[in-house]
């Protein structure tokens, strides 16, 4: 199964609550912060509306 890489490149400061919480549900703390995730729809969905605020990279593992 593919993998992504996905690293916080904003602050969730100042954003609605649930971008906040999508956000930390990745997994990220901090900017600069990244994890590797299985590539899966609901991955997706959470990247897409976090997109303004993440930097995602396949990898391959």
Known sequence: ??????TQVRSV???????????R?????????SVVK???PEIRGMIRSVAHLVR???VDE
């Open 1 to 6: 199964m593919a993998k992504l890489r996905v």
């Open 13 to 23: 400061i100042d954003r609605p609550r649930e971008q906040r919480s999508t956000v």
């Open 25 to 33: 549900r990745l997994g990220l703390h901090r900017i600069n912060d």
């Open 38 to 40: 299985d590539d899966r």
């Open 56 to 58: 995602v990279e396949e």
